[in-house]
């Protein structure tokens, strides 16, 4: 069974929006935060953003800083993408994963276990 299980994602034109969710899926566990990533055919996986439970801080990619916003629920490791202002280079598929040991780095995938199957999300021009 996958931990977690991402929803939301999708075709959408260039400008547009879409909201990504992320929500435990039977396993139990507690985070320090979660993270978003994404994955390009033919690219390495890259961080997005991520959200630290404790201070409520958030990091963002310079890619994407004010036109993603991530927000989430700690007690029920939920997280959230809102994505704005999409372009056809955000075209991938986004994971999302959780943070159980507080990395010191958040924008190493290696510091996070476990992980969701990921969601298409798809921008044409």
Do not use: H
Not at 6 to 30: D, H, K, W, Y
Not at 51 to 63: C, L
Request: with cysteine; proline share 4%; glycine share 12%.
């Amino acid at each position: 069974q996958v931990p977690l299980v991402e929803s939301g994602g999708g075709l959408v034109q260039a400008g547009g929006s879409l909201r990504l969710s992320c929500a435990a899926s039977g396993r139990t566990f507690s985070s320090y935060g979660m993270g978003w990533f994404r994955q390009a055919p033919g690219k390495e996986r890259e961080f997005v953003a991520a959200i630290r439970w404790s201070v409520g801080s958030t990091y963002y990619a310079d890619s994407v800083k004010g036109r993603f916003t991530i927000s989430g629920d700690g007690p029920r490791n939920a997280v959230y993408l809102q994505m704005n202002l999409l372009t056809p280079v955000d075209t991938a598929v986004y994971y999302c994963a959780a943070d159980l040991k507080a990395a010191s780095i958040l924008e190493f995938a290696a510091a996070y276990d476990p992980w969701g199957q990921g969601t298409q999300v798809t921008v044409v021009s």
